[in-house]
């Protein structure tokens, strides 16, 4: 009974309040300046294969944005490649930033259209040759050489609007689009 005549007419779908969404596009529309981001992380190498960067702040919508308890996120390498397997290692990173990703932007933009999606998964491999990163062939990439993504959506809608909602999330994907283009790296030594 205490809710006021903006919070009864706000809109949720998918778990999305695209009331909000709205406004945040309509926002950015009349002030640009708003939509740029930086994110940070500091990593810290603790031995062997094992490495933990802590990610704590941003910068986003014109201020710096400070969580009250770092999200601590840990890398190894399995036995097979020398670690001692206590985490994903990096390149298992990848996938899962990309799944996550793709998987975001599917559900806002069909949020965003008012498509109710009660399930997505995805299954995601990347197929990496060692001898690139050993250094043994020029030939071999020291990445990825392909990723592979399959969803499964269960939404209201044809099977054509679902493959729609999958072109979108490759459209809209900042993982998406970092991973299939490439971003300029730049790497140097503090002092």
Known sequence: MGETMSA?????????????????IEAIKERPAIAKF???????????????????DFDGACRTHRRARPFVLR????????????????VEYVLH?????????????AAARGIAVQEVESTLEGSLDLQGFL???E????????????????????????EELCRMAQQYSPVFDIV??????????AR
């Open 8 to 24: 009864k007419r706000r809109q949720t779908v998918n778990g999305v309040d695209v009331t909000a969404l709205v406004e945040t």
């Open 38 to 56: 930086t994110f940070r992380a500091a990593n810290r190498w603790q031995g062997g294969g094992l490495n933990e960067t802590a990610i704590a």
């Open 75 to 90: 890398a190894d390498e399995p036995p097979v490649l020398l670690g001692e397997d206590r985490s994903a290692n990096p």
């Open 97 to 109: 930033a990309l799944a996550a990703c793709l998987t975001t932007s599917l559900v806002y933009h």
């Open 135 to 137: 250094g043994l062939s």
């Open 139 to 162: 030939n071999a990439r020291r990445g990825y050489e392909q990723i592979r993504v399959t969803f499964k959506i269960k939404a209201d809608g044809p099977e054509s609007q679902l």
């Open 180 to 189: 299939s283009n490439g971003v300029p790296v730049s790497v140097e030594l």
